[in-house]
């Protein structure tokens, strides 16, 4: 087993996350880093910020792996003294190399989307845009059992990295259900193919009041399904690490490559504490099966 270089790295995820299935508007790939550098670390992270940096540094790691794109929407100045500047700065000095992959690694098998839906307790799923495809963003499959709402609410957040916000979830508690649809990250542009998937649940994050609200309208009038869990979307896509870091470290092994692969520990969702209206008298939900929780 030798040591690779940081292009033999790059070459491997990109076999495996080819950057040719990346959305047009994203910007996965090779961020920084000398490409004849040998990597023997490598740390794998949602968020390329200061504090995934420094654990990188921290850990002597020469190749950060994010999820989210640093520089997703172009950059014309990074001085150390601004946000993203001291990111790359921190990495640069530190030695450590950066790559992202983004919407390539949603979209392939064994993509963010897969982690989540496993962790959902569904064993075989597909993607949810491109139901004949192999690829393609989020994905839908059926729970071996019917479950509940709230149950399949509580198992989630039993294997969800603990974050502030927990879940908020929308629909009756005792609501059935089979058939899951999942996105990892922000995932209100599906709901048409939810929809035409037959979901009774949309597991996904940052769900905005206008497309929830509209999507639970819709979904009263066909019956009550799909309901919605919405998590943080930090840890719906932290699951993906642990699957990310396996499936890079075999396809290296299988090329005599020897590299030891660490997940984050950073917690990088951005919201550190929630009021909860306890004592507040909730209003009747509208949802006239709903659960109850206010509106
Ligand atoms: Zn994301």
Redesign the pocket.
């Known amino acids: 087993m030798t040591t690779p270089s940081l292009n033999d790295v790059v070459e491997a995820a990109h076999e495996l996350w080819p950057v040719s299935l990346a959305q047009d508007w994203d910007a996965s790939g090779l961020v920084s880093g000398h490409p004849d550098a040998p990597v023997d670390r490598v740390l794998f992270a ?1 968020d390329a910020v200061q504090g995934t940096a420094r654990e990188a540094i921290d850990a002597e790691c020469q190749l950060l792996i994010t ?2 794109p640093l520089l997703m929407r172009g950059a014309s100045f990074l001085p150390s003294s601004n946000d993203k500047g001291r990111v790359l700065h921190t990495l640069i000095e530190g030695g450590c190399g950066l790559l992202a992959s983004h919407t390539n690694a949603d979209s392939m098998l064994g993509g963010v989307s897969d982690a989540l839906i496993e962790a959902c307790g569904v064993e075989s799923a597909r993607p949810l845009g491109d139901p004949e495809g192999e690829t393609g963003i989020g994905r839908v499959g059926d729970l071996p059992h019917e479950t509940t709402l709230g149950d399949l609410a509580r198992r989630l957040a039993s294997v969800l990295v603990p974050t502030a916000g927990g879940l908020r979830v929308a629909g009756p508690k005792d609501g059935t259900v089979r058939r899951v649809a999942v996105c ?3 995932g209100d542009s599906l709901f048409d193919e939810v929809r035409h998937a037959g979901a009774d649940v949309y597991v996904t994050a940052d769900l905005r009041h206008h497309p929830a609200s509209e999507a639970r309208e819709r979904a009263l009038i066909d019956g009550g399904a799909p309901y919605l869990i919405d998590c943080s ?1 930090f840890a719906s ?1 932290e699951l993906w690490l642990a699957h990310g870091a396996r499936m890079l470290q075999e396809n290296l092994a299988g090329k005599g490559f020897e590299v030891e692969i660490l997940l984050s520990s950073v917690n990088t969702d951005p919201w550190d504490f929630v009021i909860v209206p306890e004592d507040v008298p909730v209003s009747a939900s509208t949802d006239p099966e709903g659960s109850g929780y206010a509106r």
């Open positions: 949602v999820h989210h990892g990250g922000a979307h896509e």
